[in-house]
């Protein structure tokens, strides 16, 4: 079966660092670029950070730029995100998502296209 699962969420202090991790299963990320969105109550959904199948590409939200860090490691099957400085404007549920490389990194940021989504993990930044 395919499938993605985040880990790596929790609660943490207003500054503090927090590191998401995404496991593939049942398939290799190697032909997928991945997404990193997040949804905080009365919120739409916004897409965080990505990066492209081969890692040579990444983009960032305006409001994490500087503080998050999205990587990958194709060996191991699985992407990270390195969230430091975290803001209480963080807190919500992030997901990760699978683009197939061949639709095209420019639909990275368009939630709509991806094809395979985690169930997500809670980041909660409070003092």
């Known amino acids: 079966q395919l499938q993605l699962v985040e880990s790596g969420g929790g609660l943490v202090q207003p500054g503090g660092s927090l590191r998401l991790s995404c496991a593939a299963s049942?398939?290799?990320?190697?032909?997928?670029?991945i997404g990193w969105f997040r949804q905080a109550p009365g919120k739409e959904r916004e897409g965080v950070s990505y990066i492209s199948s081969s890692g040579g590409n990444t983009r960032y939200a305006d409001s994490v730029k500087g503080r998050f860090t999205i990587s990958r490691d194709n060996a191991k099957n699985t992407v990270n995100l390195q969230m430091n400085s975290l803001q209480p404007e963080d807190t919500a549920v992030y997901y990760c998502?699978?683009?197939?490389?061949?639709?095209?990194?420019?639909?990275?940021?368009?939630?709509?296209?991806?094809?395979?989504w985690g169930q997500g993990t809670q980041v909660t930044v409070s003092s």
């Open positions: 049942g398939f290799t990320l190697d032909y997928y670029a």
């Open positions: 998502a699978a683009l197939d490389a061949s639709k095209g990194w420019s639909l990275a940021p368009l939630w709509n296209k991806y094809d395979y």
